[in-house]
């Protein structure tokens, strides 16, 4: 812009002078500087014409931790060629630096790159839009073209491994089998009935399809071993955080943005740790095949039914992926409301950074109706929050609740795993 206004007031000048002196020299540079712009302007508008520009996310599911890759290709699809070309990424994925600048692309050429993306926060994500931006070889005209298309990604919360956590026993009520029904295999068949679309083929049950001449598939009950509730605090008057001090470190490292570092420090704020622990639990009992149900407050309430299998695992990360601690209900009343749902023998996982003591008394209360309570108490001082959790945890351990205490900086698979 700036060269541009030098060029403007050159051509005012010379015409001015041409005016008044009639000299043909004053003229003929008019003349010039006039062809010089209407052939930069035209230049500028060719270059940023006949562009395409293809990203692919090999997958659109990430974790923290990870890394995410997307593939760009760039192609020229004009007869002239491009001096330069900046490809400038709007995506809102925290260090994803995707924006590149490609000098020379001949006609019908193509260039491509790739980039590698640390995911370091949890949530949902835009990629994209992309501007592309070109100009003359004398700087007069940039232009801008904006390519609107987006894509979301979402970047689950980081799992640790857990080498050992309280199992929930078997319970059958009045000595019953459990009548419920299940889409996954299990030991106990509870009867069969005919073939339906997207069933399995190791469903059928070939005595009854040779019987009746058709297909028939057995249906599962599910087994008699107790579900695991996870109950997660988003009461955002329990969380604390020290995101200036995380940030100041992160700022200190000397790994690439892409680079995946051997120890991945979690941001210092207990809603993550929370978060984190749940996805870690809910990990460790389905792949144990155990039925896993989430109760969390955020923004608004969450309840996710039990289940099993990998299904389940990603519908608990996608929900833990959105979560946000911006809930105005004490887990108290969380857990004096939900966990009264509960049949007895589940076994109930709370975990919360609270201080309050009201919400071990609403789990006490919860063991004492025969439900099999597990408390992970998240350590708001270590965060910059109120002290007391180790006074809660004591008190957890003193009425023979398993109790679990994470603080910051703690290895969290070691720490669940204590």
Request: charge should be positive.
């Amino acid at each position: 812009m700036t060269r541009l206004r030098g060029m403007l007031l050159l051509l005012v000048a010379t015409l001015a002078v041409a005016l008044l002196t009639g000299r043909e020299l004053f003229y003929n540079l008019t003349y010039l500087l006039v062809a010089l712009l209407v052939v930069t302007f035209l230049w500028a508008q060719v270059s940023i014409r006949w562009i395409s520009l293809g990203r692919q996310t090999r997958s659109r599911r990430a974790q923290v931790n990870t890394l995410l890759e997307e593939r760009f290709l760039l192609r020229n699809t004009g007869p002239f060629p491009k001096l330069w070309l900046e490809v400038q990424d709007h995506s809102t994925l925290p260090g994803h630096y995707a924006s590149q600048v490609v000098n020379s692309l001949g006609p019908h050429q193509e260039r491509r790159w790739r980039v590698q993306t640390l995911c370091r926060e949890r949530g949902l994500f835009t990629l994209g839009p992309i501007t592309l931006s070109s100009g003359d070889p004398f700087g007069l005209f940039t232009l801008h073209r904006t390519l609107p298309h987006t894509t979301s990604v979402v970047i689950y919360p980081m799992t640790v491994e857990i080498r050992e956590f309280p199992l929930p026993l078997g319970h059958l009520p009045g000595g019953e089998a459990l009548r419920r029904r299940t889409h996954t295999i299990t030991p106990n068949a509870a009867g069969v009935r005919d073939y339906a679309p997207g069933d399995s083929f190791n469903r059928i049950h070939w005595p009854s399809t040779a019987r009746k001449d058709r297909l028939i598939v057995k249906e599962f009950e599910l087994d008699p071993l107790s579900d695991v509730w996870i109950f997660l605090d988003m009461d955002r008057h329990a969380h604390s955080a020290l995101s200036a001090a995380w940030k100041r470190r992160e700022l200190e490292r000397d790994w690439l943005p892409w680079e995946v570092p051997d120890s991945f420090q979690m941001p210092p704020s207990s809603e993550e740790y929370a978060v984190s622990a749940a996805a870690s639990i809910a990990q460790y009992f389905l792949r144990r095949g155990r039925g896993v149900g989430l109760v969390a407050y955020g923004q608004r309430r969450e309840v996710l039914q039990a289940d099993r299998g990998e299904r389940q695992l990603t519908k608990v990360l996608e929900i833990l992926a959105m979560l946000r601690a911006e809930g105005h209900i004490p887990f108290s009343e969380v857990l004096r409301t939900e966990a009264a749902r509960l049949r007895r023998g589940t076994t109930l996982v709370a975990i919360s950074p609270s201080v309050r003591s009201e919400w071990m008394l609403m789990a006490r209360h919860a063991q004492r109706t025969g439900l099999r309570v597990v408390a992970v108490v998240v350590d708001a001082a270590s965060f910059g929050g109120p002290p007391g959790a180790p006074e809660i945890a004591e008190q957890f351990a003193a009425v023979g609740i398993p109790v679990r205490l994470v603080r910051e900086g703690d290895d969290l698979g070691a720490a669940l795993s204590t």
